[in-house]
């Protein structure tokens, strides 16, 4: 899961840096404010990379997915963007969490039997 979910972070962090680009051309907004805010938000994408496996880490990433999306509100585009970032984490995080199941069912079948075998069945 962690592989899946840290590849759509990334791609948010480069789409929220391009937002902020494209917001910095708002005259009713200050520059301090508009990479403030996608300073934060860069920023917790890259900390989400490291926290996704932790409890509350997926339910964070949720928060800057709505985000993500009310962003729309400054930067029209970042709703449809937002929206299918939002779609990208649910893939994300639902067949990251197949995939470490699959993982541990090979890895516990790599692993043999987990019964000490007794010295009276030779």
């Known amino acids: 899961m962690r592989t899946l979910c840290s590849s759509t972070l990334i ?3 480069f789409v929220i840096g391009f937002a902020g680009l494209v917001a910095m051309k708002d005259p009713g907004l200050s520059m301090t404010t508009v990479w403030t805010v996608s300073g934060i ?3 917790l994408c890259l900390l989400l990379c490291g926290l996704v496996t932790r409890p509350g880490g997926v339910a964070l990433g949720w928060v800057l997915q ?3 999306i009310a962003s ?3 930067v029209p585009m970042m709703f449809f963007l937002g929206a299918v970032f939002a779609a990208l984490w649910w893939a994300s995080v639902h067949f990251g969490r197949k995939v ?3 993982k541990a069912r090979f890895a516990a079948q ?3 039997p987990t019964e000490p075998s007794s010295p009276d069945a030779a």
């Open 66 to 68: 709505v985000a993500l």
């Open 41 to 43: 938000a860069m920023l």
């Open 110 to 112: 790599a692993a043999g």
């Open 100 to 102: 470490d199941e699959a």
């Open 11 to 13: 791609g948010e962090f």
């Open 72 to 74: 729309g509100f400054v």
